[in-house]
């Protein structure tokens, strides 16, 4: 099975978080994408810019798009997803390490062809720590 990975030319952003966790995430993204692939070739790209005091990391694949009645689900535990290897959880375990970072994943609506997620991380993880504290 081929896979291509194209990795946009991303300039260097600092941000605080666990990096083995954010890694797994990744991983667990392109675990993800193979399994549907079905032992066929694909692509997988990533992206990165910083918007204000957060990343948006764009990943994406060629894999059949998700259908809109299942976007919503498609990050909970044993969600049928494609990822029958890991049981159904890649992408909750996904979301999970992206939520202790008090960041969001999603998939991108807007994409017709293939499949996109949207993942908004903060910068700064105790700014975010003391504003959840304080009811703001």
Known sequence: QQIALTVADIKPILMEGDDDKLLRVLQNLVNHSVETFGGKEGQVFLN?????????????DSGPAIPPESRRAIFDPFSESGDRKTGGLSLAIAKAM???HHGEIRVNAEKTEGRQFDIILPVHQKKRDAARQSGS
């Open 48 to 60: 990165a810019v910083k918007q204000d005091d957060s990343v948006l990391v764009m990943y994406g």
């Open 98 to 100: 992206i939520d202790a």
